[in-house]
């Protein structure tokens, strides 16, 4: 397993309509995810957060605030405990997935992904270190929380990256 930097933030759930706008001021809980990504970045300069860790209720949220179909269901779910195994647990999900009648959302754009295809999707730059936001539920997290966090290097250059065969759908 992967150590990992990570920040937890807090909200309160009922602050948010169920189109996920807050009550207050109609900025949508992407927005305040987005939000929680800056302050990831600032306590942390030469990092961006690459997992969010919540729970199923805050995934929905999250969902609703993208205008979500419903049955796009936001998040992999952890099979290795409270943490992301990169290489198991994509596997394991997606041979859920594929048994599944929804389509299961694997991660968002993220906050610092500012270039976009002519189709709308964010174009990786490798070597920005941006990359999109992977989302994980952790049922175990009260709801109003949700962990940002990257995986550490403990000066182990020789390690190889990560890469999983995720699978690649398409939704018109």
Do not use: W
């Not at 906050?111 to 976009?116: E, L, Q, R, S």
């Not at 002519?118 to 962990?147: C, H, K, Q, W």
């Not at 990560?162 to 699978?167: A, M, N, W």
């Amino acid at each position: 397993m992967e150590k990992e930097l990570s920040e937890r933030y807090h909200f309160n759930p009922v602050d948010f309509d169920e189109n996920g706008c807050r009550l207050t001021d109609g900025k949508t809980f992407r927005d305040v995810v987005k939000d929680f990504e800056h302050s990831f970045h600032k306590a942390h300069t030469t990092e961006y957060a690459l997992n969010m860790y919540a729970n199923a209720q805050t995934m929905r949220l999250l969902a609703k605030s993208n205008n979500a179909e419903p049955f796009m269901i936001y998040g992999m779910d952890l099979h290795s405990g409270h943490h992301f195994d990169p290489e198991g647990d994509p596997f394991i999900n997606k041979s859920i997935d594929e048994h599944s009648e929804n389509v299961l959302v694997y991660g968002i754009d993220s906050a610092y992904m500012t270039d976009f295809d002519e189709f709308g999707n964010p174009i990786i730059d490798d070597d920005s270190g941006i990359y999109p936001l992977t989302l994980l539920v952790d049922n175990a997290m009260p709801d109003g929380e949700v962990r940002l966090s990257t995986p550490t290097i403990d000066g182990d250059d020789d390690l190889e990256p990560v890469t999983s065969d995720v699978p690649q759908k398409e939704y018109v």
